[in-house]
């Protein structure tokens, strides 16, 4: 099963595009939303480059790389004293 990401909305909007009918609709509860998302990205392939990305996105912004590609991880205002 493919990951729908276009359901997802970083903008924090609580929107979603149905699929079925092109019609923008309200999200309901974005708590289980974004529960559903991960789920989806955990059994993607590894391969699939907007897998890779939605994990960087979701993953905790003190321990994640500076890009979903790199091996660098962010440098935080502690670590540069």
């Known amino acids: 099963m493919a990951a729908d990401y276009r359901t997802f909305d970083v903008r924090k ?3 979603k595009l149905n699929q079925k009918s092109g019609i923008i609709e309200a999200v309901p509860n974005r708590t289980e939303g974004l529960r559903q998302l991960r789920k989806q990205l955990t059994d993607a392939p590894e391969k699939d480059p907007y897998v890779a990305l939605g994990r960087w996105v979701l993953s905790d912004t003190a321990t994640r ?3 979903p ?3 660098l991880l962010r440098q935080t205002e502690k670590s540069t004293r």
Request: hydrophobic residues 35%; negative net charge.
């Open 69 to 71: 590609y790199a091996d």
């Open 65 to 67: 790389t500076i890009s």
């Open 13 to 15: 909007d609580k929107v």
